[in-house]
């Protein structure tokens, strides 16, 4: 398994302003990946964090909006830019090891825009 | 493109009773396929796997799955449910081979009564 943690674990935040979360892994991973999840709803992924070069972004996702940063292979940020209330959500760091296929989960990180 | 199915929003189950959760999916190719759980408050956790090999897999807790190609079905089950299993159960997909990333179901949740 992989032990992930993510700060902050919740946080309010008022409309227009940006906030940046960031997952930690306990060791090298091959791939990061950060999720969505909104009020009861399933989880939507956000993009993938390449090391070294921009992130892969799902359609419905653009940099400006959620610009990522993996400078090496433990660590990413994900930064939730001029937020609205409709971005209060769970935000989940997620990594893949290796071979094995299994991909673990961060704690999460609570977002609340007012 | 990939998709899951969960056809329940809600499983209800007696405690010491069998509990079954549903899902199916749809991969253009071979499939892996994932349950996570999530308690309250708390990250995703991994509970087991299909890659290949033999159709039942267990997992943590006590869960297992079956794969059944046929009918593009990956079922979660239980002999004994105990209280401490409700929580919202995700089913997740992605194709074997080559890049791709993880479909999750739109979750399912367990209430198991005393």
């Known amino acids: 398994s992989a032990v992930i943690s993510q700060k902050p674990s919740r946080d309010i935040c008022q409309r227009g302003t940006s906030l940046t979360i960031q997952c930690q892994v306990d060791?090298?991973?091959?791939?990061m990946f950060w999720y969505r999840q909104q009020p009861g709803q399933s989880l939507t992924l956000i993009a993938t964090?390449?090391?070294?070069?921009?992130?892969?972004?799902e359609s419905g996702f653009v940099i400006d909006k959620f610009p990522i940063s993996r400078p090496n292979l433990t660590f990413s940020t994900l930064t939730v830019s001029n937020m609205s209330p409709e971005d209060s959500s769970i935000y989940l760091c997620?990594?893949?090891?290796?071979?094995?296929?299994?991909?673990?989960f961060g704690p999460g990180t609570r977002l609340t825009v007012t | 493109a990939q998709s899951v199915a969960q056809p329940e929003d809600q499983v209800n189950v007696a405690e010491g009773n069998p509990l079954t959760v549903k899902c199916t999916y749809s991969?253009?190719?071979?499939?892996?396929l994932f349950w996570y759980v999530q308690y309250p408050n708390r990250g995703l956790q991994f509970l087991l796997k299909?890659?290949?090999?033999?159709?039942l897999v267990k997992g943590s807790y006590g869960f297992e799955a079956e794969f059944n190609k046929s009918q593009t079905s990956f079922h979660l089950k239980k002999p004994s449910a105990l209280v401490s299993d409700s929580a919202l159960y995700f089913c997740?997909?992605?194709?074997?081979?080559?890049?791709?990333?993880?479909?999750f179901g739109k979750g399912t949740m367990l209430l198991v009564s005393p």
């Open positions: 060791s090298q991973v091959t791939m």
């Open positions: 299909y890659i290949t090999g033999d159709n």
């Open positions: 991969v253009s190719g071979n499939p892996y």
């Open positions: 964090a390449n090391q070294g070069s921009e992130a892969t972004y």
């Open positions: 997740a997909v992605r194709v074997a081979s080559g890049y791709s990333t993880l479909t």
């Open positions: 997620s990594v893949v090891r290796d071979s094995s296929y299994e991909q673990y």
